[in-house]
């Protein structure tokens, strides 16, 4: 089984106990969690070693979890994460996680990604036309990135839809290279 699916499983059982007022809490420190545990070696090392115990690496993810503002059944799903060996998936389950209650709640997160800044009527005026065709409610995020030159980026789920001159570029680059 890939770890997207394993990552998904648990993602769906946490998300299955609880409680629809908490789902933005669990969200936002999962995402911390998976934050820190990518982004600091000593704490990937400390859950991951097998030289501490299953308590020392629990009592690590118990303040860990305080810290990101995890509600109380966060700690006690932690706890089966680490029993089960998967902490090293808490990434993928965090991000199996925002997926699953972007689609329950309705939402669709899509990534705006330009050569310059926009401004905030351009913005809405792409929120409204996404969700026009999407049919369902948009979580726009912009980002400016210059090396595109001109034209935007879009990427909505897995699918990427490239229309920047750097994009076209690379496009004939490499439909010369085969011809």
């Known amino acids: 089984m890939s770890k997207n699916a394993v990552a998904r499983r648990y993602a769906l059982a946490l998300l299955n106990l609880l409680?629809?007022?908490e789902v933005d809490t669990v969200q936002r420190g999962l995402h911390a969690l998976s934050e820190a545990l990518?982004?600091?070696p000593l704490l990937k090392h400390v859950l991951t070693a097998p030289v501490f115990t299953?308590?020392?690496?629990?009592?690590?993810?118990r303040i860990c979890s305080r810290r990101a503002g995890c509600p109380a059944i966060v700690e006690d799903f932690l706890k089966q994460v680490l029993r089960k060996n998967r902490i090293g998936f808490l990434p993928e389950?965090?991000?199996?996680?925002r997926t699953l209650?972007?689609?329950?709640?309705?939402?669709?997160p899509i990534s705006l990604e330009t050569a310059r800044d926009l401004d905030e009527t351009l913005l809405q005026q792409w929120r409204t036309q996404l969700q026009a065709?999407?049919?369902r409610e948009v979580e726009l995020t912009c980002i400016t990135n210059p090396s595109l030159l001109a034209g935007v980026r879009l990427k909505i789920g897995s699918k990427v839809?490239?229309?920047s001159v750097r994009g076209q570029l690379e496009h004939m680059s490499m439909l010369l290279a085969k011809g």
């Open 19 to 21: 409680e629809p007022s």
């Open 133 to 135: 065709v999407l049919r």
């Open 38 to 40: 990518e982004h600091t």
């Open 54 to 61: 299953q308590d020392e690496k629990l009592e690590v993810l």
């Open 161 to 163: 839809y490239d229309s």
């Open 93 to 97: 389950i965090a991000t199996q996680f």
């Open 101 to 108: 209650t972007d689609q329950r709640q309705g939402r669709q």
